[in-house]
């Protein structure tokens, strides 16, 4: 079946360094993906998303880059700062059928 | 604070019970979204209503079910509860329908069943 899944589990990153945190998804048909943050006893929070006819998205600090050749989604943050510690879902979407999620990664940001 | 509700925040109940848990989606959303998150299953989509009609479903029992109201309000009942229901159950609400679209998540309700 449909899976996503998170090469890296956890991360420690130096506070002020760029982070990456990567995702491999299996389904070939999906067409759109979202990054999410959860921060310890909260719901999940929307990050930014991309559609699968683009390549590349730039929000606020962070961007998604996503190759279709190799089925590949990543969240890049710069100058990653406290509060950016968290875990990280990524999560893709087959044609409005389904929502699959990752198993998620914890980004820990070290002072 | 997303501006999505959810009650209780917490409850516990028996194996073999039912219970019903609430949310009420920000203003002006139509779509809601249920979600549940476990420790070994993560977060799994289970079902979406956009006003008032079911639009999508996920990993979502038979045991469990769900609606949306006139008001939006949604509520997601569980029965027949197994120790492996005890989780996170999140709900979502969008302002559109389903695709390429950001939701916005409540704090969640957590559920024990012992």
Redesign the interface.
Known sequence: GESVGLHLPTLSVQEGDNSIINCAYSNSASD?F?WYKQESG?????II?I?SNMDKRQGQRVTVLLNKTVKHLSLQIAATQPGDSAVY?C?E?N??????????TRLSVLP | DSGVTQTPKHLITATGQRVTLRCSPRSGDLSVYWYQQSLDQGLQFLIQYYNGEERAKGNILERFSAQQFPDLHSELNLSSLELGDSALYFCASSPRDWLMNEQFFGPGTRLTVL
């Open positions: 759109y979202i909260k719901g999940p929070q929307f998303d559609r879902f999560a979407n044609y409005g059928q389904n929502f699959v999620f990752g198993p998620g």
